[in-house]
């Protein structure tokens, strides 16, 4: 193994473009070498861009010898396929979230990546930003007393009607693109043992996917959390943690501006305070800790046990929904 981690990029994916390729120009331990696409003019153009190599195809850049991992940004339908392509090439695999569209899936690449003795890491890039840390801790030294209730919200306005995520072929959908966050955010917190409550998902009769929903999950020891999401909504990205003492507030939690300084709201008795931190980076973050992982050769269980409980949660919402016609989805999709 180098002495750092030679990435190849399969897809020139939006997110890729405006989020993970700048950063690695920033992190440590990994470095950008190629980026494949099946349009070897958009290949090029981002190859320029980045200061790497254009290859013509995601086979090609498998097959490179030079390359040690790749980072997976397709659409939700298209990455088992290739997460399973990649670990059977012998390459470390950073996938966007979530990995698969269903539990069994998700499951035999973990054992397919764990066999090789290979990294297969989801991207839950938020889970890296140190704002989140900094609630966990004050939570812990009792700022808000023992915790009832765990409330996030995550939505968006409606996208592009061309968007792939309106397209269930290619595993579209509000709770795998937005919803899978607040679901993420809830084991965070509160552990994993979270069953399904109950859950409703409002599905767009044209098209077969969700555009929003409601989840309510709980916990053995009977601590709830209500989670909302969707493609209906006015932007808003944030939750909250209601104790027997206060309630905590975090604003931009999923998706924070690399300059913004998170502000952290306790209010108890009607009296607020706030908790101001350093801006940071998540999505540099994630590459490092990827890199890291892999070239000290970490443990991988945490992550195969991550993997597969945030998928078997995610299958046991769609069980139990509720499903409700949206009125306005088709409308606003074409």
Same mark, same amino acid.
């Given at each position: 193994?180098?002495?750092?981690?030679?990435?190849?990029?399969?897809?020139?994916?939006?997110?890729?473009?405006?989020?993970?390729?700048?950063?690695?120009?920033?992190?440590?331990?990994?470095?950008?070498?190629?980026?494949?696409?099946?349009?070897?003019?958009?290949?090029?153009?981002?190859?320029?861009?980045?200061?790497?190599?254009?290859?013509?195809?995601?086979?090609?850049?498998?097959?490179?010898?030079?390359? $040690?991992?790749?980072?997976?940004?397709?659409?939700?339908?298209?990455?088992?396929?290739?997460?399973?392509?990649?670990?059977?090439?012998?390459?470390?695999?950073?996938?966007?979230?979530?990995?698969?569209? $269903?539990?069994?899936?998700?499951?035999?690449?973990?054992?397919?990546?764990?066999?090789?003795?290979?990294?297969?890491?989801?991207?839950?890039?938020?889970?890296?930003?140190?704002?989140?840390?900094?609630?966990?801790?004050?939570?812990?030294?009792?700022?808000?007393?023992?915790?009832?209730?765990?409330?996030?919200? @995550?939505?968006?306005?409606?996208?592009?009607?061309?968007?792939?995520?309106?397209?269930?072929?290619?595993?579209?959908?509000?709770?795998?693109?937005?919803?899978?966050?607040?679901?993420?955010?809830?084991?965070? @917190?509160?552990?994993?043992?979270?069953?399904?409550?109950?859950?409703?998902?409002?599905?767009?009769?044209?098209?077969?996917?969700?555009?929003?929903?409601?989840?309510?999950?709980?916990?053995?020891?009977?601590?709830?959390?209500?989670?909302?999401?969707?493609?209906?909504?006015?932007?808003?990205?944030?939750?909250?943690?209601?104790?027997?003492?206060?309630?905590?507030?975090? $604003?931009?939690?999923?998706?924070?501006?690399?300059?913004?300084?998170?502000?952290?709201?306790?209010?108890?008795?009607?009296?607020?305070?706030?908790?101001?931190?350093?801006?940071?980076?998540? @999505?540099?973050?994630?590459?490092? @800790?990827?890199?890291?992982?892999?070239?000290?050769?970490?443990?991988?269980?945490?992550?195969?046990?991550?993997?597969?409980?945030?998928?078997?949660?995610? $299958?046991?919402?769609?069980?139990?929904?509720?499903?409700?016609?949206?009125?306005?989805?088709?409308?606003?999709?074409?």
């Amino acid at each position: 193994m180098p002495a750092l981690i030679r990435l190849g990029v399969l897809g020139c994916a939006s997110i890729a473009l405006r989020r993970f390729l700048p950063a690695l120009t920033e992190a440590t331990g990994i470095e950008l070498r190629a980026v494949a696409s099946r349009d070897p003019a958009r290949a090029g153009t981002v190859a320029e861009q980045f200061g790497c190599r254009a290859v013509d195809g995601y086979d090609e850049l498998l097959d490179r010898a030079d390359i $040690d991992a790749v980072y997976i940004p397709l659409p939700t339908g298209l990455h088992a396929y290739w997460v399973s392509r990649a670990l059977a090439a012998g390459k470390h695999v950073l996938s966007e979230k979530p990995l698969t569209s $269903d539990q069994v899936t998700a499951r035999k690449l973990v054992n397919q990546a764990e066999q090789a003795g290979l990294w297969l890491l989801e991207n839950y890039m938020f889970l890296h930003h140190r704002q989140h840390e900094m609630v966990r801790d004050l939570v812990a030294a009792g700022r808000i007393g023992t915790t009832r209730l765990f409330t996030a919200r @995550f939505g968006i306005p409606p996208l592009a009607p061309t968007n792939w995520r309106y397209r269930g072929e290619f595993g579209g959908g509000a709770l795998l693109d937005v919803g899978v966050y607040p679901l993420r955010a809830a084991t965070y @917190f509160l552990g994993p043992e979270l069953d399904v409550v109950g859950s409703v998902l409002r599905t767009s009769p044209g098209r077969g996917v969700d555009l929003a929903g409601h989840v309510l999950l709980a916990t053995p020891s009977g601590v709830t959390a209500e989670l909302s999401f969707g493609f209906e909504h006015a932007y808003r990205s944030c939750y909250s943690l209601w104790g027997e003492r206060a309630r905590l507030t975090l $604003d931009r939690a999923f998706t924070p501006p690399v300059t913004r300084q998170p502000v952290i709201r306790i209010e108890a008795d009607g009296h607020p305070e706030e908790v101001r931190l350093p801006a940071d980076h998540q @999505f540099r973050n994630i590459a490092e @800790f990827f890199a890291r992982s892999v070239l000290d050769d970490a443990d991988y269980r945490p992550q195969a046990r991550a993997i597969n409980q945030q998928a078997e949660l995610i $299958d046991k919402v769609r069980s139990s929904a509720v499903r409700l016609p949206s009125s306005h989805g088709d409308a606003r999709s074409g």
